[in-house]
Nanobody, 127 residues
Framework: VRLVESGGGLAQAGGSLRLSCAAS????????MGWFRQAPGKEREFVSA????????SYADAVKGRFTISRDNAKNTVYVQMNSLKPEDTAVYYC?????????????????????WGQGTQVTVSS
C-alpha cells in the first residue's frame, strides 16, 4: 500500500488549504480512510475519517465545522478541505488507510484501526 499526500504549505489564519492523498496497492473503495496530524512536541492525533463508500464521516472536535473530508473512489483519492485555518492547525498531516476492509476507523482508538500511513505533508498557518 502506498499513500502520497499533497497540498500542504503555508496559509494565513482564516485561509484555506486542500490536502489530497493518492492511494495505490489496494482496492481503494473497500477501505475507510482517515487524516491525522502531529504538531511539534505533541502526539499524533485524529483529525477526520470517512467510510469506504463515503456515506459517513467523522471529525475531531477541534476541526468540526471547519474541515471537510471527501473521497473519489474512481481516482483512488481522499481529500480534506481545511477552511478557517488557525495557527493551532499547524502540523504534519498524515493520510491513513484502515487496517481491514469494510471496517470503519474506530473513534475510540483511531490509530489502532490504521494499517498504513502516508509520509505526511506540512501545513503551517501563520497568525
Amino acid at each position: 500500500v502506498r499513500l502520497v499526500e499533497s497540498g500542504g504549505g503555508l496559509a494565513q489564519a482564516g485561509g484555506s488549504l486542500r490536502l489530497s492523498c493518492a492511494a495505490s496497492g489496494l482496492t481503494f473503495s473497500y477501505y475507510a480512510m482517515g487524516w491525522f496530524r502531529q504538531a511539534p512536541g505533541k502526539e499524533r492525533e485524529f483529525v477526520s475519517a470517512i467510510t469506504w463508500s463515503g456515506d459517513s464521516t467523522s471529525y475531531a472536535d477541534a476541526v468540526k465545522g471547519r474541515f471537510t473530508i471527501s473521497r473519489d473512489n474512481a481516482k483512488n483519492t481522499v481529500y480534506v478541505q481545511m477552511n478557517s485555518l488557525k495557527p493551532e492547525d499547524t502540523a504534519v498531516y498524515y493520510c491513513a488507510v484502515a487496517k481491514k476492509s469494510y471496517t470503519s476507523v474506530s473513534l475510540q482508538a483511531p490509530q489502532s484501526s490504521i494499517g498504513s500511513w502516508g509520509q505526511g505533508t506540512q501545513v503551517t498557518v501563520s497568525s
